[in-house]
């Protein structure tokens, strides 16, 4: 019952920087957290940073730390993702998740811990 839309992918180059976000709507109301999972072709989904609904603790991948910034604005449901210094690894199709009920938050990492997902947006950088 939780819909999801991402927008902001592109092409960029290395080392460039690029916003995405996430528009959450529906039964917002007991979101646990969201978070940020990407795919690059032949090779599996994989998580990249995770936030806290409540209290806005963080998880990042380690390839991204450092990197990336995510973020909420539990007023009006959407989360974000900065990515600065960008490399040519990370081209994929980012994906924006909701985990609609509580878990826990070491779940947040893995794929089964999200009951929604929006449809992706394409992030492509160039070298």
């Known amino acids: 019952q939780v819909q999801l839309v991402e927008s902001g992918g592109g092409l960029v180059q290395a080392g460039d920087s690029l916003r995405l976000s996430c528009a959450a709507s529906?039964?917002?109301?007991?979101?646990?957290?969201m978070g940020w999972f990407r795919q690059a072709p032949g090779k599996e989904r994989e998580f990249v940073a995770a936030?806290?609904?409540?209290?806005?603790?963080?998880i990042y991948a380690d390839s991204v730390k450092d990197r990336f910034t995510i973020s909420r604005d539990n007023v009006h449901n959407t989360v974000a993702l900065q990515m600065n210094s960008l490399k040519a690894e990370d081209t994929a199709v980012y994906y924006c998740?909701?985990?609609?009920?509580?878990?826990?938050?070491?779940?947040?990492?893995?794929?089964?811990?999200?009951?929604?997902w929006g449809q992706g947006t394409q992030v492509t950088v160039s070298s």
């Open positions: 529906g039964r917002t109301f007991s979101i646990y957290g």
């Open positions: 998740a909701c985990a609609a009920r509580w878990r826990t938050q070491s779940s947040l990492t893995r794929l089964t811990a999200y009951d929604a």
């Open positions: 936030i806290i609904w409540t209290g806005g603790t963080t």
